[in-house]
Structures are given as structure tokens and as C-alpha cells.
């Protein structure tokens, strides 16, 4: 099971930027899947952007479509979630999950 590491969280206030990484600790396979999910205090987790491993495709949830972009380095087996435009309500533990394997996970907190 691969064992995946998030970081790049932090504070800032609305409006700002932060660049969160995932390195996982072997090459997923070919057809696996980089999901980004959060989870904000007293709310169910939820989706966030997905990237396919092998051809780098996308998809984001609606929230954050346009502010934020995923992508993947094969070469240092990371993803990252770039957020900008960020707003208060994107405050929430990020999560990158691959296959059955969940990062523990990294607070992003925006201040209006």
C-alpha cells in the first residue's frame, strides 16, 4: 500500500495563495487516481479534484473550479493542489488519497 505525505498548508487571508504537495512513497500505477478531498470542522469530507495518474486528466468540484488546480510530477511520484482566489469557506484539513491510501492530511485556514 503506498504511504503518501501532504504538506503546504498554512494561514491566509482571503484572497491569497497556497501550494499543497503529496509525495507518495512509490510510483502509483498507471491507472490509479490522485484525489484531493477536505474536510471543514462539523461537515461531511468532500471532493475536491482528481487527476489521473497516466494522463494527467482533471476534474474538480464546482466550488472550486477555476481557483484551483491540480497536477501531478510522475518524476518525484507528487501531486499538488495549487489554490488561489482562496476564500474562508476553503478553510478545512486537505486530504490526497490514492487508491485505498490516505494522507493524514493538511489544515488550510483563510481569514476574511
Known amino acids: 500500500q503506498v504511504q503518501l505525505i501532504e504538506s503546504g498548508g498554512g494561514s491566509v487571508q482571503a484572497g491569497g495563495s497556497l501550494r499543497l504537495s503529496c509525495v507518495a512513497s512509490?510510483?502509483?500505477?498507471?491507472?490509479?487516481?490522485m484525489r484531493w478531498f477536505r474536510q471543514a470542522p462539523g461537515k461531511e469530507r468532500e471532493f475536491v479534484a482528481l487527476i489521473t495518474w497516466s494522463g494527467g486528466s482533471t476534474s474538480y468540484a464546482g466550488s472550486v473550479k477555476g481557483r484551483f488546480t491540480i497536477s501531478r510530477d510522475k518524476a518525484t511520484n507528487s501531486g499538488y493542489l495549487q489554490m488561489s482566489s482562496l476564500k474562508p469557506e476553503d478553510t478545512a484539513v486537505y486530504y490526497c488519497?490514492?487508491?485505498?491510501?490516505w494522507g493524514q492530511g493538511t489544515q488550510v485556514t483563510v481569514s476574511s
Open positions: 512509490r510510483p502509483p500505477f498507471s491507472t490509479h487516481i
Open positions: 488519497t490514492v487508491d485505498s491510501s
